[in-house]
């Protein structure tokens, strides 16, 4: 079956520990984003990435870095310079062509800091 | 600036009480409209697109409605497992990607 896979499911940081989230994906989508979701509040971006080799911040970029190497494939580093990092972190992707805007979600990562 | 704002934030209703969630949004051009459900601790699952107002889509005990300015999820006779929080999203022409409400919380009891 095709999806998106997202690990670990829970992690938890000491402060001051980068840590990376993983996203694979088997849907053959172009495009791929992590949103983040707090107690509430709504989904907010923080990276997308429509192509291999080419990403996009989002509203909350700062304090988080990406990397798409492959199509499959898309890994979130959550660094130490962001602030509250203790999160409910979402990979999705789309389509490209036709970009109906659709998101196919992972199962989620819960990161929490220490 | 694209703003989507959900009501109410949290509803609990009877099984068999039907009842409808609002969705309104402020975007500069709507390429869809996205209705999403999702349980405590997954993540979202689709249910609805909508592209133009006076279209409705049905799914089971679920319709979705759209106006210029807003949309409404109507539950009709919900029961316990429609439990969830259901999410509401824009597509905007100007941008690339969906833009989410706060979501609502509906609890159905027995």
């Known amino acids: 079956d095709g999806g998106i896979t997202q690990s670990p499911k829970y992690l938890f940081r000491k402060e001051g520990q980068n840590v990376t989230l993983s996203c694979e994906q088997n849907l053959n989508h172009d495009a791929m984003y992590w949103y983040r979701q707090d107690p509430g509040q709504g989904l907010r971006l923080i990276y997308y990435?429509?192509?291999?080799?080419?990403?996009q911040k989002g509203d909350i970029a700062e304090g988080y870095s990406v990397s798409r190497e492959k199509k499959e494939s898309f890994p979130l580093t959550v660094t130490s310079a962001q602030k509250n990092p203790t999160a409910f972190y979402l990979c999705?992707?789309?389509?490209?062509?036709?970009?109906?805007?659709?998101?196919?979600f992972g199962e989620g990562s819960r990161l929490t800091v220490l | 600036e694209d703003q989507v704002t959900q009501s109410p934030e949290a509803l609990r209703l009877q099984e068999g009480e039907s009842s409808s969630l609002n969705c309104s949004y402020t975007v500069s051009g709507l390429r869809g409209l996205f209705w999403y459900r999702q349980d405590p601790g997954k993540g979202p699952e689709f249910l609805f697109t909508?592209?133009?107002a006076g279209e409705e889509k049905e799914k089971e005990r679920l319709k979705a409605t759209l106006t210029k300015k807003e949309s409404f999820l109507h539950i009709t006779a919900p029961k316990p497992e429609d439990s969830a929080t259901y999410l509401c999203a824009v597509h905007p022409i100007s941008g690339y990607a969906l833009n989410f409400g706060k979501g609502t919380s509906l609890l159905v009891t027995p």
């Open positions: 909508l592209y133009s």
């Open positions: 999705a992707s789309t389509r490209d062509r036709p970009n109906t805007g659709e998101l196919f």
């Open positions: 990435s429509q192509i291999v080799n080419d990403f």
